[in-house]
């Protein structure tokens, strides 16, 4: 029988390897795997370079993470924001390498990975100076940025509802940059909100087949939900 | 110069609504644009676009209605209307890229009359600005249009011959509403289609960082 | 008020001008949109180009267009099958031209115009004859071959269930090419099997959202479904 | 040539399904392959992909309960199994071509020693073949095994030193399961691993167009 549930984050991190590159999901808090997070600090795998929306804010989650040195390079769309003092500093200091990537294209280059493209071309950040250095083309008149698919070692993934084949369904905006993340792992890892029986997902709502999945942790959530939106998790 | 009252950023953000027909996909930016949702008139079915994978937004909920899991792009908790759905961030760029928005509205530090937009790193010392999905929108959306404060806080134009600013995008703006005018970007120049009553063309000429063009004003 | 019902196909397809490029969702006959293929031979529009994913079988739907003299070129994945013979004749007396896709390569091709890339690398079809006269490139040193964005002036599409917004949902494997066509016409014609009340599709389930669809035609099946199934049309 | 009766085809999709373990995701194609699907062990779970967006499809259903949208890459009426899911065609080619599938099996015209595979095109004169998805298939899966009768109807060598056909892609076919052997290929060999019973490696060797390996057999 598969089951791709295992019993603690330890078991699914184990052996992540220094020099790792790790795809974390979510957008703002929503969405974000803070317990395989916090899994990552346990486990201390250094050197790593994360592909996240954002690069952290507080001190907890990836500002723990990156506070911690286990980070040396960060590719995101959105690294200084409210609350990134930890990534701030890092960054002035010299100790953090940062590549930064328009949102869409940081989704579509991870899209790329998980559908076996290498390369595409858009026309986001044409004469800007995140194109410097970069290949353009004209195709129809028009020029586009060369860019290249962005693969993981490990993605790190939250979803609402699981089953033990790894089928997830996310929750509102929770599906963000995960289901797309999820493609683009050799190896994804799933913080479940919860797990059900298989068969009581509706095969036509699965947003991420478990093909795309590797191991679930549950976790269930402590967030505050509204009933009439859909339950406690 | 006297005799004008500047709009607020409230009162922009109601003269850009007035703008956006019913049945437009439409994406708000931060700043002024994003008080554009609740000034568009009741009934007028116009569809907001948030980048993280949403649809058919609507204003924020009652403090005890707050759901954590449904934010837009600006980290606000929203509500969803009827007809509204959610996507993975790849399918809601393809949206923006795949120029299928009719329209962005956008906040700006520059733009030129040739249409640059400048509106995300703040210098070009700044070597860790936050682009999120300002470049995306700028290249994809059917229709650009910036709502800003005409000049910065000590004066200074923000309407320009050519952007001092980083750009986040080349010759994209179409539109742009200020507290003082209404302006077009046609053929490489600001054209002033509407002022605040009492502003005389001089001073907002004064104010601009470009010429304008005020031939083809739809209101004196 | 939204409402993108229009109430005959005739309405839907008047404007079809000579030379369009057409796409044709579907896969086999499960979710094509005959109706919209009847009502683009009524139209009369000629010189078209149509992608789908296969050339038409029988003497119905895509083979009753191109017998009617109205189709320039496909381009499709599956040009040959059984009952094609309509496709066959036309194409050996050289009045039909014939791109052949492979089916991913298609579908990806498709996605691309709707997602605002003109062009991607991808190993299909490497050191094959459909390589033939395509730029090639290493990435990491493997050989791919670029291909180009196909847009679609208008897109036909079947669906199960749409608002009045154009919110679709497909059924089971009917969803195919549906899906991603609906991304890449300048103009999304979709046939529906019924409109439901704005509200009645569940958010999370939409896979069209209906800023891909500009007109919906309801076009009720007469095909047998199994209640358990799903209840009939 | 005698003393030894060769597979059925029944018989090889029955061999091929011994190999394939619990938890893959595969893909079946047309002939052969796709009788593989009924000759997997009750209850060993191998997860079923069709081109048309599913993952998880099942047998055939009762003729009464046949669903007219449900149907295979094969077009057959096919049913959904417990953990199944839909997507769309673009979605599904992600899928294989993004490498995620772990098996494709695959009929063949000729297979070559160095793993070419030519399974599409019936001459080089055929200016209008179907190639449907078998070239993202044998690129884009983990692993490509070929499941094909020995040689042709008229007895010429399907195993061959280098293709004659047209090729569906270049070196990627890693095991062909016949029915009179299974053989991999190896570093630009074929390096035979079973033989049905009965038969010698020197009639092997005759129908077959390029040079077999012996050493590495697991049974004699």
């Known amino acids: 029988m598969i089951d791709k549930e295992v019993r603690n984050i330890a078991e699914a991190l184990g052996d992540v390897r220094d020099g790792s590159t790790i795809m974390v999901g979510g957008f703002g808090s929503v969405g974000q795997p803070d317990a395989l997070i916090e899994g990552l600090i346990a486990q201390g795998a250094r050197d790593l370079t994360i592909i996240a929306n954002n690069a952290g804010s507080g001190m907890t989650g990836l500002a723990k993470l990156m506070a911690a040195g286990h980070v040396r390079k960060i590719i995101c769309s959105f690294p200084r924001s409210a609350g990134s003092t930890v990534f701030e500093e890092l960054f002035s200091a010299g100790k953090l390498e940062l590549e930064i990537v328009p ?42 940025v060369m860019e290249r698919a962005l693969h993981a070692d490990v993605a790190l993934i939250e979803a609402w509802r699981t089953d033990r084949m790894g089928n997830c369904i996310y929750r509102e905006s929770g599906r963000n940059f995960n289901a797309v993340m999820a493609m683009a792992g050799d190896r994804t890892v799933v913080q479940s909100c919860g797990m059900v029986t298989l068969g009581m997902l509706d095969p036509e709502t699965v947003v991420t087949p478990g093909i795309f999945v590797d191991q679930v942790v549950v976790v269930p959530t402590h967030a505050q939900i509204n009933e009439t939106a859909g339950g406690m998790c | 110069m006297s005799g004008f009252t500047p709009l607020s950023r409230k009162q922009i953000a109601a003269r850009i609504a007035q703008d956006i027909p019913e049945g437009w996909y439409v994406n708000l930016g931060i700043g002024i644009p994003t008080l554009i949702a609740d000034a568009i008139p009741e009934g007028r079915e116009v ?48 949206i923006i890229r795949g120029g299928h928005l009719d329209l962005c509205v956008l906040g700006a530090f520059e733009v030129s009359a040739n249409g640059d937009l400048a509106n995300w790193a703040t210098s070009a010392q700044d070597s860790a600005p936050a682009v999120g999905g300002a470049m995306d929108l700028a290249v994809g959306t059917k229709r650009v249009w910036v709502a800003t404060e005409h000049t910065t806080r000590d004066g200074k134009p923000k309407l320009v011959e050519s952007c001092a600013y980083p750009l986040t995008a080349q010759g994209v703006v179409g539109r742009i509403y200020t507290n003082l005018a209404v302006i077009d970007v046609t053929e490489g120049r600001f054209v002033v289609r509407e002022m605040v009553p009492g502003l005389s063309r001089e001073d907002l000429q004064k104010q601009t960082g470009a010429r304008l063009m005020f031939e083809e004003m739809e209101y004196a």
């Open chain 2, 47 to 94: 569809i907001l676009h948030s980048e993280n994978g949403i649809l058919g937004f609507g204003p924020a909920p009652d403090p005890d209605k707050i759901d954590p899991w449904l934010i837009n792009a600006g980290k606000q908790h929203v509500t969803l209307r009827p007809g509204g759905s959610f996507f993975h961030h790849a399918d809601s760029f393809a």
């Open chain 1, 103 to 144: 949102q869409g294209t940081l989704a579509e280059r991870i899209r790329a990975a998980g559908a076996g493209i290498p390369a595409f071309y858009t026309a986001t950040t044409v004469g800007t100076r995140l194109a410097e250095g970069k290949e353009t083309r004209e195709f129809s008149g028009r020029t586009y």
